[in-house]
């Protein structure tokens, strides 16, 4: 409905797994965006993508891995992961990452849990 | 960093207005208000937003105090599927929307 799709929805994986979360935006947004909503946790920005260069890392851990191979798609690889890991992980998109007025768009989440 | 202190809940009778207070005291003349609400375990959805004038879309009314130290999010005719957590945001040129912890708004029948 918001014009950002996540897939999959759901995953279960092991620590020893790798995985990807896959965003598109078909918005034609050029700025990109993945945050963690632990339990009961306010929403947190892992990562920030304009026009296809990431600008922001916000101290994420080297085990989640982002690539944006262009400005509609953006991916989050997942490998050896912790328990502490199973979150809602989001995606959103806006028009750019300038401005002061610059609306986010958010896609419904992939709810991962990590056994 | 919080910008914003909202009521941790409120509860609204099916059919009457919410209003949703937002305090922003040290807001910056550049910052805008944004509205946002997550219904559980989904993506935040988009209410409204302003920065210094009160505004008025199809969802809700936003207004915002002559000093701008505060606002008011209105849901006008508050349905049981508007139960949600609804977050007031300050947001200047950055990157980030810092969503904090928001006012969880349950709707009574």
């Known amino acids: 409905e918001t014009g950002v799709t996540q897939t999959p929805r759901h995953l279960v994986m092991g620590m020893t797994n790798k995985k990807s979360l896959k965003c598109e935006q078909h918005l034609g947004h050029n700025a990109m965006y993945w945050y963690k909503q632990s339990a009961k946790k306010p929403l947190e920005l892992m990562f920030v993508?304009?026009?296809?260069?990431?600008?922001e890392n916000n101290s994420v851990p080297s085990r989640f891995s982002p690539e944006c191979p262009n400005s509609s798609h953006l991916f989050l690889h997942l490998h050896t992961l912790q328990p502490e890991d199973s979150a809602l992980y989001l995606c959103?998109?806006?028009?750019?990452?300038?401005?002061?007025?610059?609306?986010?768009?958010f896609g419904p989440g992939t709810r991962l849990t990590v056994l | 960093d919080a910008k914003t202190t909202q009521p941790p809940s409120m509860d609204c009778a099916e059919g009457r207005a919410a209003n949703l207070p937002c305090n922003h005291s040290?807001?910056?003349?550049?910052?805008?208000v944004y509205w946002y609400r997550q219904i559980h375990s989904q993506g935040p959805q988009y209410i409204i937003h302003?920065?210094?004038n009160n505004e008025t879309n199809e969802m809700a009314s936003l207004i915002i105090t002559e000093d701008r130290k505060s606002s008011t999010l209105i849901l006008p005719h508050a349905t049981l599927r508007d139960t949600a957590v609804y977050y007031c945001i300050v947001k200047g040129t950055g990157n980030q929307f810092y969503f904090g912890t928001g006012t969880s708004l349950t709707v009574i029948p």
């Open positions: 993508y304009n026009f296809k260069e990431q600008t």
């Open positions: 040290t807001i910056s003349g550049n910052e805008y």
């Open positions: 959103a998109s806006s028009p750019d990452t300038s401005g002061g007025y610059n609306e986010q768009f």
């Open positions: 302003g920065l210094k």
